[in-house]
Nanobody, 115 residues
Framework: QVQLVESGGGLVQAGGSLRLTCEAS????????THWFRQIPGQERELVAT???????YYDDAEKGRFTVFTNKEKNMVDLQMTGLKPEDKGVYYC?????????WGQGTQVPVSS
């Protein structure tokens, strides 16, 4: 059974940093692209960052230079380091993997950002 579990969220002041972790079980993150999405209530989930299987990264323009996505292969995790957080970064952050024709999501971790 595939499970993705996000952790690391919590209240942070604008300008602060957080490190989110996506821990996978039942699936090897080395062989699938891993994505981080953010969702604000009432809005669709938006792609924030991607780490692909050759460790090339993609970031939405708003996050470039502030967010870094990287892997911890030993622990089968993909982290999202967020710095210089802004109030508009607030939301629930989800880890997502598409594998073998299926979409897997974690339960999300909340990141409130106070101004």
């Amino acid at each position: 059974q595939v499970q993705l579990v996000e952790s690391g969220g919590g209240l942070v002041q604008a300008g602060g940093s957080l490190r989110l972790t996506c821990e996978a079980s039942g699936i090897n993150l080395d062989i699938y692209d891993t994505h981080w999405f953010r969702q604000i209530p009432g809005q669709e989930r938006e792609l924030v960052a991607t780490l692909n299987i050759v460790e090339t990264t993609y970031y939405d323009d708003a996050e470039k230079g502030r967010f870094t996505v990287f892997t911890n292969k030993e622990k089968n995790m993909v982290d999202l380091q967020m710095t210089g957080l802004k109030p508009e970064d607030k939301g629930v952050y989800y880890c997502h993997v598409a594998a073998n024709g299926q979409c897997f999501w974690g339960q999300g971790t909340q990141v409130p950002v106070s101004s």
